[in-house]
């Protein structure tokens, strides 16, 4: 089904763009390209094609979300330029 001018008008009202005659005139066109493509790539026979998830083979590549041990408060503050009270002191942001 093909868009018309009138469907792109109503589109165009509730995402409450402003298009010229020209501008709708050529979204029209876009529109109805894009669809004969998607019509096109829906007549493909996809029946040998496994179904994905994803395009890439990637399974979850995070790691365990597992408590381990970290730096003492020490070792974290002594290459810190600038420290005090067990805190990094950095320059102010806000005024």
Do not use: W
């Amino acid at each position: 089904m093909p868009v018309t001018r009138d469907d792109l008008q109503k589109v165009a009202k509730l995402a409450r763009l402003r298009l010229t005659e020209p501008e709708e005139t050529r979204l029209v066109t876009d529109l109805n390209q894009m669809l004969e493509y998607v019509a096109t790539l829906g007549e493909l026979d996809t029946s040998h094609v496994e179904p994905t998830a994803h395009v890439l083979p990637l399974a979850n590549v995070f790691r365990p979300d597992e408590p381990t041990q970290s730096l003492s408060q020490e070792a974290a503050l002594a290459n810190a330029p600038k420290s005090g009270h067990g805190h990094f002191r950095v320059p102010k942001v806000i005024d």
